[in-house]
């Protein structure tokens, strides 16, 4: 195997120190502990206090003093109902409570595929406090492959499917990705979504997943260059959070988007130990 520049691998060390860090956050994707739709009826639902419920529009929570849930925002006590609404894949760190300072749990209202949830955020959650960071294939330099973007003429609302089954997802393809990998004879094409500042992203299947990688992945570039040409580094193939929850309705890969290909670069399936 080749040996990376120290530079090339200095660069890695840094995106994964800032990966970990990143999960590591408070609130974050590793503190969720369910996920639940509310009913239209106000009713208890689990490791929560007060009564739940939308109409469809609204989403409404009915609790007294005593069960000792404040407002994220103001730290105002919910003694009363209270009401919010949201857009479409919207989501609000709305109200906590539990633990010494009465923050242990958040939790957020959600608006997924045009109904109300709610998901808890649990400070205290196993993954989260026991997390040492996300394992990872060791640094493959012939995985950092020249690609060719090739805009589409306006962007294509792919319909996908999501880690919750009862979530629809829609992938915005706004060209393709084109490249060659080591021992492959063909070129490999992958649709790409735009990021801010003109990123890309390309969200995949490999012939390691379900082995040693998460169902699929996802990795980023940097704006193509004026000629097209852009860097795709599988070393920085990164899970989505349903990768570490099943309470993530985070997207799948388009249908054309899977490599007959073994991507060992980049994270590991964090449920499996090495």
């Known amino acids: 195997m080749n040996t990376a520049p120290d530079a090339q691998l200095d660069r890695w060390n840094r995106f994964r120190a800032n990966r970990n860090k990143a999960l590591a956050g408070e609130y974050g994707w590793l503190t969720l502990t369910s996920f639940q739709w509310l009913e239209s009826q106000p009713a208890a639902v689990d490791l929560v206090p007060g009564l739940w419920s939308t109409d469809g529009t609204t989403a409404f ?41 009465g923050k242990q749990v958040v939790v957020e209202l959600a608006m997924r595929a045009d109904r109300y949830a709610i998901r808890t955020r649990d400070s205290q959650s196993p993954v989260f406090t026991e997390f040492d960071g996300v394992p990872t294939f060791e640094y493959r330099p012939d995985l950092v492959v020249e690609a060719s973007f090739r805009p589409y003429p306006e962007p294509v609302d792919v319909p996908i499917g999501t880690a919750n089954p009862l979530v629809d997802g829609v992938h915005r393809s706004v060209g393709d990705l084109v490249f060659r990998l ?4 063909h070129e ?3 649709q790409a979504e735009e990021e801010k500042l003109g990123a890309l992203t390309v969200t995949f299947h490999d012939e390691t997943n379900g ?9 980023s570039t940097a704006r193509p260059r004026p000629d097209g040409s852009v860097v795709l580094d599988f070393n920085r193939a990164i899970n989505y959070p349903s990768a570490f929850t099943p ?9 054309n988007n899977s490599l007959d290909y073994r991507i060992e670069a980049g994270e590991k399936d964090p449920m499996i130990a090495d």
């Open 61 to 101: 929570l009915t609790a007294g003093a005593a069960d000792g849930l404040t407002l994220v925002e103001t730290g105002e006590a919910v003694d009363g109902t209270i009401s919010a609404a949201l857009a479409d894949e919207e989501s609000l760190m709305w109200v906590q409570f539990g633990g010494a300072d």
């Open 182 to 185: 080591p021992g492959k004879d």
């Open 188 to 190: 490999f094409h992958l």
């Open 211 to 219: 082995d040693s990688t998460d169902e699929w992945r996802k990795v």
């Open 247 to 255: 309470y993530g309705t985070c997207p799948m890969p388009v249908r």
